[in-house]
């Protein structure tokens, strides 16, 4: 996996399969970021807090969090002495090549509000199947042997269906978001003012905080700015623009930035690439019409 810029993961594999244990990990904070495909976080051992962009959950052993291409999401690690989990990414144009007429795996990664994870549970008993599942395909994946990648390929296939086909036995929905208000309703007045000015003195005033304090709640969540966030936001909105073939310009000033040469360079400092750069590559992996 490739990290252009500090917040934005480009998947360099159509399929990526990874075991992470408290030794391995970097860190106990894994601050706001977003992949370009889904993503399948399987938690084995420890307490995870997983935030998203307007909630969060709390994750403990058997939780999946299922999460859609470009969602902002970070999580704060509650038991640093114990921590097991896995994680599956998947190549956003791949999913729906595994999908039928029949058999669309997409929907498994939206949940009941936009940008929220879809959510299972799996008992010890479940997870008895499930993980030598996965660690199968990490066998695969990794394997040289003749047949690998169509074995790799057909062991997705069937975690996603056994996945599937369990989404309906249970529903961790329910369970209390536990993101403050403060920072929830700081997150609404974002979204809802993206494409416009934003000041802290205004946000200030719609959530009748001061903007010091804003900030410090905000940045102990997401581990960045308002300011830098707002900004996060409006590169993830100008990557959704140019995904869908609009013009350079237009996307500009869509995605809530005055001036094309200052949108260049921010796009370039958080994804590494030119916006006509990332609109090339974007379409070199699917077809569809570039506005001039």
Not at 85 to 103: G, H, Q, V
Not at 206 to 231: A, E, L, P
Not at 257 to 280: D, E, I, K, V, W
Request: glycine fraction near 8%; include cysteine; aromatic fraction near 10%.
């Amino acid at each position: 996996m490739k990290e252009r810029g500090r917040k934005l993961e480009i998947l360099d594999n159509e399929i990526i399969c990874m075991y992470k244990t408290v030794e391995q990990a970097i860190s106990t904070s894994l601050f706001f970021h977003n992949h370009d495909g889904y993503e399948l976080l399987i938690l084995l051992d420890g307490e995870l807090d997983l935030y998203w962009d307007g909630g969060g959950r709390k994750l403990t052993r058997g939780d999946l969090a299922c999460i859609a291409p470009y969602a902002f999401h970070g999580a704060v690690l509650q038991t640093p002495g114990c921590y097991d989990r896995i994680c599956i990414n998947i190549r956003e144009s791949f999913l729906p090549l595994l999908s039928s007429d029949r058999t669309d795996f997409v929907p498994l990664f939206s949940g009941q509000v936009k940008g929220e994870p879809n959510w299972q549970h799996f008992s010890d008993e479940e997870l008895g199947r499930l993980v030598p599942l996965t660690r199968r395909l990490q066998q695969a994946l990794e394997g040289q042997e003749w047949g690998d990648d169509l074995l790799s390929q057909a062991l997705l296939t069937e975690l996603l269906i056994l996945i599937g086909r369990h989404s309906g036995i249970t529903d961790i929905s329910r369970q209390p978001c536990i993101m403050p208000d403060l920072v929830t309703h700081t997150f609404a007045y974002i979204n809802s003012h993206l494409t416009k000015e934003i000041s802290l003195d205004s946000l200030a005033a719609s959530v009748h905080h001061n903007s010091s304090y804003i900030g410090r709640c905000f940045k102990k969540i997401t581990g960045t700015t308002v300011n830098q966030y707002i900004i996060l936001k409006r590169v993830a909105l100008a990557q959704q623009y140019l995904r869908e073939g609009r013009s350079l310009s237009e996307v500009c000033y869509m995605a809530g930035f005055q001036n094309y040469s200052h949108f260049s360079r921010t796009f370039r400092a958080h994804t590494g690439l030119s916006p006509r750069q990332y609109q090339t590559e974007y379409a070199a992996r699917h077809i569809y019409p570039i506005s001039e």
